[in-house]
């Protein structure tokens, strides 16, 4: 046994498929993948190919239909267009998970203030999300998941909708987040480069199914400048579009 | 700290800055506070100056003190009736659109039932309240019906429009069932909530004519069954010739009207911003 197969998983997909109330089609078929604790790995795939249904149901919000499926119970996530309650301030959304937790002040407040600081947004305390851009509401929505402390982050296309600038701040940020709290990460997205800069694992899924693992290990922080990392964007592309 | 604090502030007088529901110009507020209840009182006055067979009875015994104490009766009945009608439109609106099974069933009904005119369920009344000598509690439940689906719809297309991804969001934090009432729906739909309040009462207020005016229903009802309220006051001054009391009636209730637009509907109007979704 390798080093690698002794860290412990934190999600076991076993045959899992999917099909929604009132549909006749399975939105994923006999899914079969595992997540090792601290790991940063990205499902990605064209739209409709069933990635958010996976990231559904390792947040609870849906069930599988037949498979089985082992994931911690204290599982957060942020989306894709922040899903900020707009008539919570900044500090009320960060607060929401902790409250339903039962905590209460002093712990409360020092609890969102350090997730805000974690995120670089101490200073929108008390702004409202209508107030937000894009960036920041992205912010809020991953300060919100960090703030519950939760086994598994999951990150449902979260910069699809930012700046490229943005888009690269966060990037970093995001990774100096899981390199500090050493959070298990799964983050879905359609851009292959986008994986490429962040996954130390990429799975494609394609129509439902996993169609290939790849392996990232390049050094971070990764450009897409560099040869392998063009390299690495080339092959995934291949089977990506094939 | 300081700047927190400040922001705070902020936050709180936000809802104060705003005296309409929009941020209004010099000349808005100016039609909105002078020049609307300017025409309205000039209406009035000709009305009752070229029109002097309204007033070609004496007029009786009631002071404008007696006008104001049956328009807040009245309002008090449009008040229980819109709590009444809250309370039941929310759990039918969430059964019509949470629950497939009612959604099939609920929504066609409502849209009947909407259908059917207030004055055709006078027989439903008779038995249930006037038989039994709940006078109130007859004008109540008229007064209910005409707010009920009002309410209901805005409601219906209120939670419609709660986004999958806020209900998602809900269920990863763990809000859930009650929680998820108080802390998703209510603020969730707060926006057509106000929006179908302020229809229920402007159909609150026209049905208050028919709801107090009982004796109009009861079959050998007389004048001294009404209740006393701004409606009965109406008929009561139409019906007598009194053009006085009809015009002073109509004043007091477009001035309680407008005091509730202004000082309730407005901020409320204002406040819902706030709520809506992207």
């Known amino acids: ?242 | 700290m300081r700047e927190i604090s400040r922001d705070h502030k902020h936050v709180k007088n936000y809802h104060r800055r705003f005296l309409l529901s929009y941020p209004a110009t010099p000349i808005q507020k100016f039609y909105t506070f002078l020049l609307a209840p300017l025409i309205i009182v000039l209406a009035m006055y000709f009305v009752f100056r070229f029109f002097p067979a309204l007033n070609s009875n004496q007029p009786e015994n009631f002071s404008l003190g007696d006008i104001v104490e049956a328009s807040f009766a009245t309002f008090g009945r449009l008040f229980i009736a819109y709590v009444l009608a809250v309370i039941i439109a929310f759990p039918l609106a969430i059964l019509a659109v949470y629950n497939r099974f009612f959604e099939a069933i609920l929504l066609p009904v409502f849209d009947i039932l909407e259908s059917i005119p207030v004055l055709a369920l006078f027989p439903i009344v008779i038995l249930l309240f006037v038989r039994f000598g709940m006078l109130n509690g007859a004008a109540i439940f008229i007064l209910f019906l005409s707010m009920l689906w009002n309410i209901v719809f805005t409601l219906v297309g209120g939670l419609k429009i709660i986004p999958k991804d806020i209900t998602y969001a809900a269920k990863v934090f763990g809000i859930t069932k009650l929680s998820y009432f108080k802390k998703v729906i209510l603020p969730g739909v707060f926006p057509e909530l106000v929006t179908g309040s302020i229809l229920a009462f402007a159909q609150g207020w026209n049905l208050t004519i028919v709801a107090e005016a009982i004796h109009t229903y009861i079959p050998g009802g007389v004048e001294s069954n009404d209740l006393f309220g701004i409606g009965s006051f109406l008929v009561h001054a139409s019906s007598s010739g009194n053009g006085t009391l009809f015009i002073y009636s109509v004043l007091v209730m477009v001035v309680l009207i407008a005091i509730m637009n202004l000082f309730v509907w407005q901020k409320l109007l204002h406040k819902a911003e706030r709520f809506r979704f992207e």
């Not at chain 1, 999917?18 to 079969?32: L, M, R, W």
């Open chain 1, 1 to 242: 046994m390798d080093k690698e197969n002794k860290i412990p998983k934190k999600i076991i997909f076993e045959s899992v498929s999917k099909i929604y109330v009132g549909e006749k089609d399975e939105a994923v078929t006999d899914v079969s993948f595992s997540v090792q604790e601290g790991e940063f790995v990205c499902l990605i795939g064209p739209s409709g190919c069933g990635k958010t249904t996976i990231l559904k149901m390792i947040a609870n919000i849906e069930q599988p239909t037949t498979g089985k499926l082992i994931k911690p119970a204290n599982v957060s996530m942020s989306f894709q267009f922040g899903a900020l309650f707009p008539w919570l301030t900044v500090f009320e959304n960060v607060a929401l998970g902790l409250r339903q937790k039962g905590i209460k002040d002093p712990k409360l407040t020092h609890e969102v203030h350090k997730y805000l600081t974690l995120m670089n947004i101490a200073e929108l305390s008390e702004k409202f999300p209508t107030d937000l851009s894009g960036g920041q509401k992205q912010r809020v929505g991953i300060a919100r998941a960090l703030a519950v402390e939760p086994e598994v982050l999951l990150l449902d296309e979260p910069f699809s909708a930012l700046d490229a600038i943005t888009t690269a701040e966060l990037h970093d940020d995001i990774i100096k987040i899981w390199k500090e709290t050493g959070k298990t990460i799964v983050l879905v997205s359609h851009i292959i480069e986008e994986a490429v800069s962040l996954g130390e694992r990429i799975i494609l899924v394609k129509e439902g199914k996993v169609r290939e693992e790849f392996k990232i290990n390049l050094p971070y922080p990764r450009r897409e400048q560099e040869t392998d990392f063009a390299h690495l964007v080339m092959k995934i592309r291949k089977v990506f579009f094939a």
